[in-house]
């Protein structure tokens, strides 16, 4: 008999790029799952792992979501007879009231809408993007500490065990 493979191990697994530094600069408030509209070769080189977000947002325009920013570097085999753009504005496929509701929240004072992370959902790419907020100096500080202090915690507790 096969043996289940766990929610947690599975989701790792359906990762394709995660944009670390949004959870570092911003609060991320709410999140949305978006589609993406891709090409062929941009698929399979998110298969071979080549996906990243570090610097990436989404920009509303004409009542559409689009992601700049990303970058997908195309293989040397599957681009061949493709002039490949790896920072080419790719599409966002949102629900109208998403959308709706993604704009409005921009126009107020100090809400940006980022990418937060790529990832598979069954054989479609999803980009998972977020209403931010940007973080103060004195917060990401705050952020560190608590973090530092939950490491020498857990270190703590594993050497009293």
Not at 62 to 71: P, V
Request: with cysteine; proline share 2%; charged share 30%.
């Amino acid at each position: 008999m096969a043996k289940k493979t766990t929610k947690k191990k599975r989701a790792l697994t359906n990762t394709i790029a995660l944009n670390k530094r949004a959870k570092f600069d911003y609060h991320l408030e709410e999140r949305f799952e978006a589609g993406l509209v891709l090409e062929g070769w941009e698929v399979k080189s998110m298969r071979a792992g080549k996906a990243q977000l570090p610097d990436s947002y989404v920009l509303l325009r004409n009542g559409e979501a689009w992601l700049l920013g990303a970058t997908i570097t195309p293989l040397p085999s599957a681009s061949t007879h493709v002039v490949a753009d790896p920072q080419r504005t790719r599409k966002l496929l949102l629900h109208s009231r998403e959308l709706a509701r993604l704009f409005s929240a921009t126009q107020q004072k100090g809400f940006a809408c980022i990418a937060t992370a790529l990832y598979w959902k069954g054989n479609k790419v999803k980009c998972e993007i977020a209403l931010a907020k940007g973080k103060k100096q004195y917060d990401k500080r705050a952020d560190l500490k608590d973090k530092d202090w939950s490491r020498q915690k857990a270190r703590l507790m594993k050497q009293t065990l």
